[in-house]
T-cell receptor, first 116, second 114 residues
Framework: AQSVAQPEDQVNVAEGNPLTVKCTYS??????LFWYVQYPNRGLQFLLK??????LVKGSYGFEAEFNKSQTSFHLKKPSALVSDSALYFC??????????????FGTGTQLKVEL | SQTIHQWPATLVQPVGSPLSLECTVE??????LYWYRQAAGRGLQLLFY??????ISSEVPQNLSASRPQDRQFILSSKKLLLSDSGFYLC?????????????FGPGTRLTVL
């Protein structure tokens, strides 16, 4: 079954420090991986996705993610965190099954808190 | 550019009352459409998805139903709400062509059932 795991419920980081939000995946075939961010009481916003090619994917708001096949990971990173980055982050993978629909399976989410 | 709208933004309903949440997409044709529920500000549960007008797939058995009367309109309904239907409801769309496309989400509807 296609799945992703986010091992940390919450990550705390000081403003200006680098941040990492972890995601590991379990897929059959070629992995397609996504990151989304959700601010309070808002819908999810697409940040970036990995399809193939360069293992470092750049996305919105200065975020990037590193695909690591040997570790089956797709960690989200940013060199210098901002207080405004505080939000809930989800990684996702295409779902199993027939019927099409481009469905996604989301991780349980990681709450990022950036403090002054 | 494409936009997705949901209304109402918030809703408080008594147990046993009906429900109708609406989602519309602009700027694209023949999208895939999705309804999710998010409980307690965390995990997302896919409720329904649609690949075309009148085509609805249900992911989990429940008290809710969905309809797609027009290409870019997706409606989530219930005849009688339960307390457990409370949550944050999100609509999303994706393009149909190609594989593994990202989804784009609406602003959500906060439903409280009392």
């Amino acid at each position: 079954a296609q799945s992703v795991a986010q091992p940390e419920d919450q990550v705390n980081v000081a403003e200006g420090n680098p941040l990492t939000v972890k995601c590991t995946y379990s897929v059959s075939g070629n992995p397609y991986l996504f990151w989304y961010v959700q601010y309070p009481n808002r819908g999810l916003q697409f940040l970036l996705k990995y399809i193939t090619g360069d293992n470092l994917v750049k996305g919105s708001y200065g975020f990037e993610a590193e695909f690591n096949k040997s570790q089956t990971s797709f960690h989200l990173k940013k060199p210098s965190a901002l207080v405004s980055d505080s939000a809930l982050y989800f990684c996702a993978v295409p779902s199993d099954g027939l019927g099409g629909g481009n469905k996604l399976t989301f991780g349980t989410g990681t709450q990022l808190k950036v403090e002054l | 550019s494409q936009t997705i709208h949901q209304w109402p933004a918030t809703l408080v309903q008594p147990v046993g009352s009906p429900l109708s949440l609406e989602c519309t997409v602009e700027g694209t044709s023949n999208p895939n459409l999705y309804w999710y529920r998010q409980a307690a500000g965390r995990g997302l549960q896919l409720l329904f998805y649609s690949v075309g007008i009148g085509q609805i797939s249900s992911e989990v058995p429940q008290n809710l139903s969905a309809s797609r009367p027009q290409d870019r309109q997706f409606i989530l309904s219930s005849k009688k709400l339960l307390l457990s239907d409370s949550g944050f409801y999100l609509c999303a769309w994706s393009v149909q062509t190609g594989l593994h496309n990202e989804q784009f989400f609406g602003p959500g509807t906060r439903l409280t059932v009392l």
